[in-house]
C-alpha cells in the first residue's frame, strides 16, 4: 500500500490523541518521543488532504504536557528522590543518576525559568515535573512556567514544521512523505546528542 493511502486511514482524532497522550506520558518521566510525534503530526496537518488541524494539534500537546508535567510534579512531590531512582533505574540509558545530577544542578541554578525553558530540552521535558515536585517547588509557580513552556513549545514546534511542511510538499509532491522521514531521523539524532551532552557535563561534574 502506498505510504500515503496508509496515512489516509488515521482519523485526525486519533492523531490529536495519539500526541496528547504521548507528550503527556513523556511529561510524567517516561522517555517517550514527544517531540518527534508531535513533528509528524504537524507535518500531516500541512497536508490538506489528511484534514488535519494544526491549531489542534498544538493544543493537544499543550495540554498533554501540562497534564503530565502536573502528574509528575505530584508524583515527585510524594516520593521525592526514591522516585526519581526508581526511574534512573528503570531506564539507565536515558535517565540514569548523571542526567538526573544534571538536571537537579539546572532546577538549582534556575528555579521556574528551568521549567519553563526545560520544555525545549529533550533531558528537562522529561524531568521536569518529577524535579520540581521532589525540589518542593511551589506548584502556583510551577504550573504558570510548566503552562507557559508548554503553549511557547507546541505552538511554536507546530508553527514552524507547518511551514516547513507546506514549502516541503510545493517541491516534493507526491513523495512528501521523506518530509516526515528527514524529520523523524533529525529529531533522533538531535535527541541522541543532547543526551551525550548531558552525560559528559555529569562526569566533568563529579
Not at 80 to 85: I, P, S, V
Request: charged share 15%; with cysteine.
Amino acid at each position: 500500500m502506498h505510504v500515503d493511502a496508509l496515512l489516509l486511514t488515521i482519523p485526525p482524532l486519533a492523531v490529536y490523541l495519539l500526541c496528547g497522550l504521548v507528550v503527556g506520558v513523556e511529561s510524567i518521566g517516561v522517555p517517550l518521543p514527544g517531540e518527534i510525534v508531535l513533528v509528524g503530526a504537524a507535518l500531516l496537518a500541512a497536508r490538506p488532504e489528511f484534514h488535519i488541524s494544526p491549531v489542534a494539534v498544538a493544543a493537544a500537546a499543550a495540554i498533554g504536557a501540562i497534564i503530565g508535567d502536573s502528574i509528575g510534579y505530584s508524583l515527585g512531590r510524594r516520593y521525592g528522590t526514591a522516585l526519581l531512582t526508581r526511574i534512573g533505574r528503570r531506564f539507565p540509558r536515558h535517565l540514569g543518576p548523571a542526567h538526573v545530577a544534571a538536571g537537579q544542578r539546572i532546577f538549582d541554578r534556575w528555579g521556574g525559568w528551568a521549567v519553563l525553558f526545560g520544555r525545549f530540552v529533550a533531558l528537562l521535558r522529561i524531568l521536569a515535573g518529577p524535579l520540581a515536585g521532589t525540589m518542593r517547588m511551589r506548584y502556583p509557580t510551577f504550573l504558570i512556567a510548566n503552562a507557559t513552556g508548554a503553549v511557547l513549545w507546541a505552538g511554536g514546534t507546530v508553527t514552524a514544521i507547518y511551514l516547513l511542511g507546506i514549502v516541503a510538499e510545493t517541491w516534493l509532491k507526491r513523495f512528501s512523505w521523506i518530509g516526515l522521514l528527514v524529520a523523524v531521523v533529525g529529531g533522533l539524532l538531535a535527541t541522541r546528542y543532547v543526551r551525550r551532552r548531558v552525560e559528559r557535563a555529569a562526569q566533568e561534574s563529579e
